[in-house]
């Protein structure tokens, strides 16, 4: 089993739509959690932190399910610009124990 | 902003070369990492290092090595390039454990 597992899609929804990626991470003592988002040919920029209680920033909401060992990304009333590959990311520990996702792609269609 | 930049944005070099990445970070971060991205298998890591002069492994460093002789510049190294090497290049910077990951825009390195 991948220690970071994603749906890798495409998602293709429209303008306006609701749209949630799942992440699975197989290591139960891992300790931090982000979502990262990388538009084409271009390096990844993180787009939030998952925190115990959830986060909410505008239209995107993460959280994180420790029992069932996934996070989560709720993306609300899609734009065009949200169109991007969003990777998950793990830290089990240490500097060497960032694990990313392969990443899940979104494309927002007019 | 913290603002990590690399020397090439794309790069063609010959089977056998020996090739040099560069990365600088303005932000004087102690920790820095190289990634190698190829489609299908995400960002994995070649190097790391936490502090100057200071080196570690990641999870596929085979084939190559790296310089950290400055808090601010951190070098990923292909003693002798090889076809399997071409892929997408990614400097990080990083304050602190659990904390994020600042990138550079990445060097398309193709060995022909």
């Known amino acids: 089993r991948k220690e970071v597992e994603q749906d890798p899609g495409p998602f293709n929804v429209p303008e306006g739509a609701t749209v949630a990626f799942n992440c699975t991470y197989s290591?139960?003592?891992?300790?931090?959690f982000f979502w990262y988002r990388q538009d084409c040919r271009k390096e990844p920029k993180l787009l939030m932190s998952?925190?115990?209680s959830g986060n909410e920033d505008g239209r995107f909401t993460a959280q994180l399910n420790r029992a069932s060992q996934y996070i989560s990304l709720l993306i609300r009333d899609s734009k065009l610009s949200d169109s991007a590959t969003y990777l998950c990311?793990?830290?089990?520990?240490?500097?060497?124990?960032?694990?990313f996702g392969t990443g899940t792609k979104l494309q927002v269609i007019p | 902003d913290v603002k990590v930049t690399q020397s090439s944005r794309y790069l063609v070099k010959r089977t056998g070369e020996k090739v040099f990445l560069e990365c600088v970070q303005d932000?004087?971060?102690?920790?820095m990492f190289w990634y190698r991205q190829d489609p299908g298998l995400g960002l994995r890591l070649i190097y790391f290092?936490?502090?100057?002069?200071?080196?570690e492994k990641g999870d596929i460093p085979e084939g190559y090595s790296v310089s950290r002789e400055k808090k601010e510049r951190f070098s990923l190294i292909l003693e002798s390039a090889s076809t399997n090497q071409t892929s997408m290049y990614l400097c990080?910077?990083?304050?602190?454990?659990?904390?994020?990951?600042?990138f550079g825009p990445g060097t398309r390195l193709t060995v022909t």
């Open positions: 990311v793990v830290n089990s520990g240490g500097y060497q124990k960032v694990t």
């Open positions: 290591n139960s003592a891992s300790q931090s």
């Open positions: 998952v925190y115990s």
């Open positions: 932000m004087d971060h102690e920790n």
């Open positions: 290092s936490y502090d100057v002069k200071m080196k």
């Open positions: 990080a910077s990083l304050l602190a454990v659990g904390g994020e990951q600042y």
